[in-house]
């Protein structure tokens, strides 16, 4: 500390290039709080149900597989169910095939499933006796302007109609609303259509359920509850996975790709990216101050303190934006979660990021520093005053 004010001085000497590789260091690091919030979520998917309210389940060996509906049955009769509703992927666009839109064929009971949401008792009555009736969240309906009695035609990417072709056409009789600000945003943003509608219109389906969704009467025997629904296809040719929808949903994305490696190989281009660009910058900036170097030297600092000074001011640099760029995923991540409609679920840069982090800040100064810090050691004060 008692070093502090030079340090500090010949870190903004030249108070541009600091400034931008300040920058260059805030982002590296605000990926790094946000991509390692997204890797610790996806490395504790399914560890546990406890205390979940609502289980879904689905096909053990891929979210793309089926399960036969009638499971529904059996899943209702396990201890600590009280309902079972299902649901398959419809997979809709809007007018354009870039406007995708989440929409599922669910069971006549899986609104009743999610409290959080619903619509009026007549929208509801309407949906119930129109075929070809849909629910849409309250998002969706603002975001294009839709309105009950509205014909919506959906272009499926997955599921031909009768008629052999992907368009099908639906009636709008109900939006879905939160009963309370914010609450479960993602139904704010689907449409939800009849699945016997669904199933009797296409060739593919016949009978097929994509999940189901469960509500638990004790959250606090959510796990026992999983475990019990898993054991009635246990050695089956549709053996299942239940858990938490937060946990289900991440785990159709893992099942995408390896996310850890993903992410690790993300991180690791943009650190080694990291090093040479704040390599050059502390090597460029050595450079410049030779001269001033010599001269503490001559003044008597040890070579031992020029090497810490130039190694501090290299560390300090790094931390100085690593520290920012971390404060900022951290204010970002819950911003991120509430704004996707709770499609991700991103988790606080918790104490183990923050030590992951800080370390690596402090490795990688090090590491950048070392070299230009091993030259200012060992210069020679004749020579560098003579420029030489």
Known sequence: MKYLHLIWAALFRRKTRTLLTLVSILTAFLLFGMLDGVRTSFA????SAAGAKRLQTGSKLSFIETLPQSLQARIAQVPGVKDVAYANWFGGAYQDP????FSFAV???YIDQYPEVGVTPAERKAFDATRTGVLVGDALAKKYHWKVGDKLPLQSNIFPNRDGSKNWSFDIVGIIRATK????????????MHWKYFDESNPYNRGQVGWYVSSVADASQSDRVAKAIDALSANS????????EQAAMASWMKQMGNISFIVISI?????????????????QAVRERTSELAVLKTIGFSSAAVLGLVLAES???VLLGGVIGLGLAALLGPIMSAGSGGMLNMPPVGAASWAIGVGLMVGIGLLVG???ALRAMRLNIVDALAGR
Request: charged fraction near 10%; hydrophobic fraction near 45%.
């Open 370 to 372: 070392v070299l230009p």
């Open 107 to 109: 069971s006549p009971n």
């Open 315 to 317: 560390v300090l640099l």
């Open 237 to 244: 040719d549709h053996e299942t996975k239940t858990m938490t």
């Open 267 to 283: 991180m690791g281009a943009v650190f080694f990216t990291l090093l040479l660009l704040t390599g050059n910058t502390m090597a």
């Open 98 to 101: 870039h406007n995708q839109v």
């Open 44 to 47: 504790n998917v399914g560890k």
């Open 181 to 192: 600000p914010d609450d479960n945003q993602f139904l704010q943003g689907v449409v939800l």
